[in-house]
């Protein structure tokens, strides 16, 4: 295809096919139009093309159709609104709460739950302050035995044998 | 008689803008106006997308629906059919994706027969009807194997006969995009079309 054959058919299309307004902006490649049969018949395809596509509307005249149509859009009008994902969410939660309440199954579970819930962490807090409990019995029964004891070094973790000096110690052993 | 005449008169003079604007104050007869005004164009559109009679009354009806429930959201000043079809080209949009995904993973679907019954079951049944919509479907053919973007521009502008203005505001891009994706829509049709259709 020459050059000027493939500017004349791009510059038709862009005009939408108004020979007039191709006329007024590019004279030339107007002028070429009229004489070159490529060119010609390119365009002619295009117009064919453009009543091609023209002829794929749809036109439907029974009132039958149309009556089935509006009734349909009725029905449709009459159901409720659909909900958005966050209300069907929301209707949900609300749902699940409310059978929480109300239903006897629901109910019974929830009961059920929450008493070994209670038990499990009831045992273990009573076990627990009773290990509290003990240890700080035998930690003041201790302290009061050292206490009672009057023995200083008892506790201490230095060898009184090592601190005090013995007669050996004062004589300088000599003897 | 005459005022009931005149009355007439009136309610179709009005616009589409003061008909929404009605509707928006409660007035239901202007909803069904607006339903008698657009309902063959709103099918036709659809019927594009889909290429099946009762699909594209659905994918109408909805938009109707839509229109109905989000009445309160159209704008004092806003044109009413830019806004009705660009509710009604998204919704066809998106049922012709789901409809090439289900196409996809589908090997058995026969997309041309189903078409083919739904389309004589409303037209005539005679010969040259049947021609009539197969050639319809090979045109259909051709146009879905456009690109979205240049299939949307066809549709509107060639196929509907909206101007480039109305189809630049349904599809919010600019006039000259819609001449740009017009012409490049136009050749690759030309081309499909030449190869199957012979002479279009």
Redesign the interface.
């Known amino acids: 295809m020459k050059k000027i054959c493939k500017k004349t058919q791009?510059k038709w299309?862009?005009f939408?096919g108004d020979i007039g307004a191709l006329a007024k902006a590019f004279p030339k490649l107007t002028e070429h139009y009229r004489t070159c049969s490529v060119c010609q018949r390119d365009v002619q395809?295009?117009v064919?093309?453009?009543h091609?596509?023209?002829?794929?509307?749809?036109?439907?005249s029974?009132p039958k159709?149309?009556g089935?149509?509006?009734s349909?859009?009725r029905a449709?009008?009459a159901q409720p609104?659909p909900e958005s994902l966050w209300e069907r969410w929301l209707r949900k939660m609300r749902d699940w709460a409310s059978a929480l309440v109300f239903q006897p199954a629901y109910r019974w579970g929830v009961a059920l739950v929450t008493l070994a819930f209670i038990s499990y962490f009831g045992f273990h807090t009573l076990h627990r302050s009773g290990e509290v409990a003990w240890d700080s019995i035998d930690f003041f029964y201790e302290s009061y035995q050292e206490a009672s004891s009057g023995n200083p070094f008892e506790t201490s973790l230095v060898d009184p044998s090592d601190v005090l000096m013995t007669e050996a110690d004062l004589t300088g052993g000599n003897e | 008689m005459r005022e009931a005449v005149a009355e007439m008169e009136k309610i179709d003079v009005e616009t589409d803008e003061s008909l929404m604007a009605r509707f928006q104050r409660g007035d239901v007869r202007a909803f069904e106006r607006l339903?008698e005004r657009y309902?063959?164009r709103a099918?036709?559109v659809a019927?594009?997308y889909v290429h099946n009679l009762e699909e594209?009354?659905d994918l109408?009806?909805?938009t109707?629906?839509k229109l109905?429930?989000a009445r309160k959201t159209f704008r004092e000043g806003e044109r009413f059919a830019p806004w009705f079809f660009r509710i009604l080209v998204n919704h066809s949009v998106n049922l012709y994706r789901r409809k090439k995904l289900v196409h996809f993973f589908s090997i058995f679907q026969n997309e041309n027969d189903e078409t083919r019954t739904n389309l004589s079951e409303?037209l005539s049944d005679t010969q040259d009807a049947e021609e009539k919509n197969d050639?319809?479907a090979l045109?259909?053919h051709a146009?879905s194997r456009l690109p979205e973007k240049y299939r949307s521009v066809?549709i509107l502008r060639?196929?509907?006969?909206f101007s480039?203005e109305e189809t630049g505001r349904i599809l919010g891009i600019p006039k000259g995009t819609v001449?740009s994706r017009?012409?490049h829509a136009?050749?690759k049709?030309?081309r499909v079309?030449?190869r199957e259709?012979r002479?279009?």
């Open positions: 791009e299309l862009a939408d395809s295009l064919a093309l453009k091609t596509l023209k002829a794929q509307h749809l036109e439907i029974d159709f149309w089935e149509f509006q349909g859009l449709k009008l609104a | 339903v309902q063959k099918v036709s019927f594009q594209a009354k109408a009806q909805d109707f629906v109905f429930q409303t050639r319809r045109v259909h146009i066809v060639d196929i509907e006969g480039e001449k017009l012409f136009r050749r049709l030309k079309l030449e259709l002479p279009i």
